[in-house]
């Protein structure tokens, strides 16, 4: 088993920036891939970035690509969203996934039907 904990969501002002942190314990060896999605109200949860562990490959939604950074620090198990250039369309929450079983493609690692691990999620709140 592998918990996860989100950290880092707020309410900023369009053009702002916020960090996410999702802090990962357990069985954390056996985690290959992990990713940030979102969701928003009436909508489906979202990829919006996804790292590929083994080999330290990221994929990034369109919508975020050149605005959002995906990283880790494995030795505090820990990773991490900057968010820069935020919009209102960015509102949403934003849960931290993690996966024991993946592929390193956009396709599979944005797709939240992928991830069996899931933290409780952050709110991202932005204003015009």
């Known amino acids: 088993q592998v918990q996860l904990v989100e950290s880092g969501g707020g309410s900023v002002q369009t053009g702002g920036s916020l960090r996410l942190s999702c802090v990962a314990s357990g069985d954390t060896y056996s985690t290959y891939c992990m990713g940030w999605f979102r969701q928003a109200p009436g909508k489906e949860r979202e990829g919006v970035a996804a790292?590929?562990?083994?080999?330290?490959?990221?994929y990034y939604a369109d919508s975020v690509k050149g605005r959002f950074t995906i990283s880790q620090d494995n030795a505090k198990n820990t990773m991490y969203l900057q968010m820069n250039s935020l919009k209102p369309e960015d509102t949403a929450r934003y849960y931290c996934a993690a996966a024991g079983t993946c592929v390193a493609a956009q396709w599979y690692l944005l797709s939240h039907r992928n991830f069996g691990y899931w933290g409780q999620g952050t709110r991202v709140t932005v204003s015009s």
């Open positions: 790292i590929y562990t083994g080999g330290g490959y990221t």
